[in-house]
């Protein structure tokens, strides 16, 4: 299972896989709502604003294209039929993170080949596409407002960027590859997770292979804290809502949960 995500209301639950399926929950009691049956692996996904609208990206393989399937689960035809009502290819490059923009208007949607990439909800036309990294983007993640998205990318950096016009605002420099990265809800903060390749980590110490959670000020762009735990490279990093607490997910087989002290909140860079 490749990814999972929750609606506003935290109701349904939607998953994709590597079975080449995307499947809609019930998050109360773990039935089974809908079963979308794809071509290839499901790689990302997710619900727009209103709780209506899914989306989900399919895997460049085994011959088929990629694409971002648009389901409108209100649409009992459409769930039935397995017939998404709108489907678009994205040949180029293989989409490896994508997430919904503000007022569920457009998806935000990172690459392979580190490009961005702008598609309308409504039409699934290229409203915009720059390219920022070198490498893959791993994650995307948005502000609690929706109005700036952060990247993470194999090639050692997190950005940040407005949603709307995908400026890029801010950039934040490691020495490994970066999996994942969140932006605090309360706080102009950012925390990055990452580190060394999975595939050489046998061979290599959890010193060297730098797998701390790595805090950043958001407008300084300056590391200013760093947290250990995970003796592998950490694959997802997550903000409690309340921005009072994180949590990240390693390669180790962890899902560690960290509470801020309060002298965390108290914290302003010197400049």
């Avoid at 794809?38 to 899914?54: C, E, H, L, W, Y």
């Avoid at 457009?106 to 920022?132: C, D, R």
């Avoid at 952060?150 to 020495?175: G, N, Q, V, W």
Wanted: proline share 3%; aromatic share 12%; glycine share 8%.
């Amino acid at each position: 299972m490749f990814n999972v995500y929750q609606s506003g209301d935290t109701k349904q639950v939607l998953t994709g896989s590597a079975d080449n399926s995307c499947r809609l929950w019930d998050c109360e009691t773990g039935k089974q709502l809908a079963f979308f049956k794809t071509s290839s692996a499901v790689r990302t996904g997710g619900f727009d604003f209103s709780g209506n609208i899914i989306m989900f990206t399919t895997d460049k393989q085994m011959g088929y294209h990629c694409y971002v399937s648009f389901f409108d689960i209100r649409d009992p035809a459409q769930i039935s039929n397995n017939e998404p009502y709108m489907k678009v290819p994205a040949s180029e490059s293989k989409i490896t993170s994508a997430v919904w923009g503000p007022l569920g208007e457009f998806v935000i949607a990172g690459h392979e080949n580190g490009e961005l990439v702008q598609y309308s909800a409504k039409s699934g036309e290229i409203m915009t596409k720059v390219k920022e990294h070198t490498k893959q983007i791993n994650d995307i993640q948005t502000s609690l407002d929706l109005t700036m998205f952060i990247t993470a990318s194999k090639d050692s950096t997190a950005k940040l960027f407005d949603s709307a016009s995908f400026e890029h605002l801010k950039t934040f420099r490691t020495e490994r590859p970066v999996n994942s990265a969140a932006i605090s809800p309360i706080v102009e903060h950012v925390v990055l997770g990452g580190g060394q390749e999975a595939m050489d980590v046998t061979t290599t110490s959890t010193r060297i292979g730098k797998f701390e959670a790595r805090f950043f000020h958001l407008s300084f762009e300056e590391e200013f804290g760093r947290v250990k735990g995970h003796f592998g490279p950490i694959n997802s990093v997550a903000f409690h809502p309340d921005g009072k607490s994180y949590s990240s997910g390693g390669e180790d087989g962890y899902v560690r949960i960290h509470h801020f002290d309060p002298q965390y909140f108290e914290f302003e860079m010197e400049f």
